[in-house]
């Protein structure tokens, strides 16, 4: 029996769960467009192992860069994707935000990145489906899972994670079997929905309030326009 016709966009495809879960979706899909800022020799291989039939492309995106999403979103205006999935931002919102430093000019911190960027998406997430009732808006906790992240970090965090990843981490792989039951449950049809890594819905936080879903739209509508102004 043949599929139907799917074309999936893996934002992060490159390694971790990005690319675990690049792999879970090549059954499912006819076609499957992977972006990441590099792309690892044997990456379009990995995937096309799974379904040799898929239709897999490879094209560079650098999320850190608002004008690089810009030209990728143009590009893209008028293709369909029917799953997106973007590899960032994990964790739980339980901070609340500085309505006065929303962007973090005057109290940067990596701490601070990290519980804004969790909240903001959650916030984001919740107003794109207001905007886009017959989708569905997805953010979900992976939990601890074994990735290069923590290659990334100071020396003296580096070992104790290594070892922390060894005894209590999921692999990439065995983690994405768990998320990918999130777009394939039929009453996750549309709607926002926060989720943990058994794709099951999750309760949401004090913090996600309509009056913050609607300061954070704007603050990031507005910090969009003036980065591209520039």
């Not at 379009?44 to 850190?64: F, G, Q, W």
């Not at 808006?137 to 990334?152: A, Q, R």
């Not at 309509?210 to 326009?225: A, P």
Request: hydrophobic share 40%.
């Amino acid at each position: 029996m043949s599929l139907p016709s799917k074309h999936a966009l893996v934002v992060g495809a490159s390694s971790g769960i990005g690319l675990a879960m690049a792999k879970q979706m090549a059954p499912l899909v006819t076609k499957l467009t992977l972006c990441s800022r590099s792309c690892p020799s044997d990456l379009i291989s990995s995937i096309k192992e799974r379904n040799p039939n898929a239709e897999v492309v490879y094209e560079r995106l650098d999320m850190s860069s608002l004008h690089d999403v810009r030209r990728f979103t143009t590009k893209h205006a008028n293709t369909k994707f029917d799953w997106v999935l973007l590899t960032a931002a994990a964790g739980q919102a339980n901070i609340a935000p500085n309505l006065e430093d929303l962007g973090l000019k005057n109290s940067y911190s990596m701490n601070g990145v990290a519980h804004a960027t969790v909240l903001y998406l959650d916030l984001m997430m919740q107003a794109m489906s207001e905007h886009a009732p017959k989708a569905t808006f997805m953010h979900i906790e992976p939990g601890f899972v074994n990735t290069n992240l923590n290659e990334n970090t100071w020396w003296y965090i580096r070992l104790p994670l290594k070892l922390a990843s060894f005894l209590l981490a999921e692999s990439p792989d065995d983690n994405a079997k768990g998320l990918m039951q999130a777009f394939t449950k039929e009453e996750y049809v549309c709607g926002w929905k926060l989720l943990n890594k058994r794709a099951e819905e999750v309760q949401k936080t004090k913090f996600h309030t309509d009056e913050l879903k609607d300061i954070v739209w704007e603050h990031t509508l507005q910090t969009i326009d003036d980065v591209l102004q520039q």
